[in-house]
């Protein structure tokens, strides 16, 4: 079964750090891009930021860009996401998630599984 | 950027009606999907690739569209499909791009 457990998160002041982790198991980690998708109190889903399946391209929402790092170690089947700087409005529940196909060449593609969701509030 | 918008914000119906979600982006996409999401619980993705159901959803829920306009209909509410609906697309990106959900309601 494919499970993706979340760790960190909480309650952080504007302008500290925050990281988050997602441990993957149940399938195969590294030939899958990996995402990180959030939503805010009230709000819809906004996608974050994206790694390819080798690590060697990531992608990042311009809300974030420059504070967030997404990275992933496939030996250890993890996926980090390193927050920065970070502000009130990115206080939201994060998610974890696992593309639909595995990529040998990154491409853009839709989430098949999620992790449970941490909260993280800047106040 | 593409811009997905949906509509309803929120559907009433009750179990055992059929109901169709709509789906609209601002340029022609390729690639959509549809989620749901209950409270308290991760989003699960119903259809990918505008019509195909992704592993264990059900028959009731069936994806279509093209170009700019998309739909997912749900054949018969069950009480557990009471829930946010969100489309995505994966076409061009980053980023990637979600609705701004219809709420199903009893």
């Known amino acids: 079964e494919v499970q993706l457990l979340q760790s960190g998160g909480g309650l952080v002041q504007p302008g500290g750090s925050l990281s988050l982790s997602c441990a993957a198991s149940?399938?195969?980690?590294?030939?899958?891009?990996m995402s990180w998708v959030r939503q805010a109190p009230g709000r819809g889903l906004e996608w974050v930021s994206a790694?390819?399946?080798?690590?060697?391209?990531?992608y990042y929402a311009d809300s974030v860009k420059g504070r967030f790092t997404i990275s992933r170690d496939n030996s250890k089947n993890t996926l980090t996401l390193q927050m920065n700087t970070l502000r009130a409005d990115d206080t939201a529940i994060y998610y974890c998630?696992?593309?639909?196909?595995?990529?040998?060449?990154?491409?853009?593609?839709?989430?098949?599984?999620w992790g449970q969701g941490t909260l993280v509030t800047v106040s | 950027e593409i811009v997905m918008t949906q509509s309803p914000a929120t559907l009433s119906v009750s179990p055992g009606e059929r109901v169709t979600l709509s789906c609209r982006a601002s340029?022609?996409?390729?690639?959509l999907a549809w989620y749901q999401h209950r409270p308290g619980l991760a989003p699960k993705l119903l259809i990918y690739?505008?019509?195909t159901r992704a592993t264990g959803v059900p028959a009731r829920f069936r994806g279509s569209g093209s170009g700019t306009e998309f739909t997912l209909t749900i054949s018969s509410l069950q009480s557990e499909d009471f829930a946010v609906y969100y489309c995505?697309?994966?076409?061009?990106?980053?980023?990637?791009?979600f609705g701004q959900g219809t709420k199903l309601e009893i």
């Open positions: 998630a696992k593309d639909v196909r595995p990529a040998s060449i990154f491409e853009g593609s839709c989430f098949d599984a």
């Open positions: 149940g399938f195969t980690f590294s030939p899958y891009a």
């Open positions: 790694i390819s399946g080798s690590g060697s391209s990531t």
């Open positions: 340029q022609t996409v390729r690639n």
């Open positions: 690739d505008v019509s």
């Open positions: 995505q697309q994966y076409t061009n990106w980053p980023p990637w791009t």
